[in-house]
Nanobody, 116 residues
Framework: QVQLVESGGGLVQPGGSLRLSCAASGSISSFFAMAWYRQAPGKQRDWIATITEADRINYADSVKGRFTISRDSPKNTLYLQMNSLKPEDTAVYYC??????????WGKGTQVTVSS
């Protein structure tokens, strides 16, 4: 099982930027897709963005045009570049890797707080 560890979260002012990283303990090329999710206090975990092994990318409407998902296969790392951050982006951000057949691996999350 490939383990995932997120990093890069923190406190940022509205309008600011952060780049989250998700480091894998093994090859991310083994995943058919990787994704970012987030969970705000008292709310369900929501999907944000996905990148497939074929580099097909999709975003939730709430982050489209502001967030960019990417991956560096040689470094076994998934990224989420977040720009023009808003207070409503405050949440714990999680990465997920999915294998064919339904198996998944989740990280433990990194906190992002957008506040002045």
């Amino acid at each position: 099982q490939v383990q995932l560890v997120e990093s890069g979260g923190g406190l940022v002012q509205p309008g600011g930027s952060l780049r989250l990283s998700c480091a894998a303990s093994g090859s991310i090329s083994s995943f058919f897709a990787m994704a970012w999710y987030r969970q705000a206090p008292g709310k369900q975990r929501d999907w944000i963005a996905t990148i497939t092994e074929a580099d097909r990318i999709n975003y939730a409407d709430s982050v489209k045009g502001r967030f960019t998902i990417s991956r560096d296969s040689p470094k076994n790392t998934l990224y989420l570049q977040m720009n023009s951050l808003k207070p409503e982006d405050t949440a714990v951000y999680y990465c997920k890797g999915a294998w064919t057949g339904g198996r998944e691996s989740w990280g433990k999350g990194t906190q992002v707080t957008v506040s002045s």
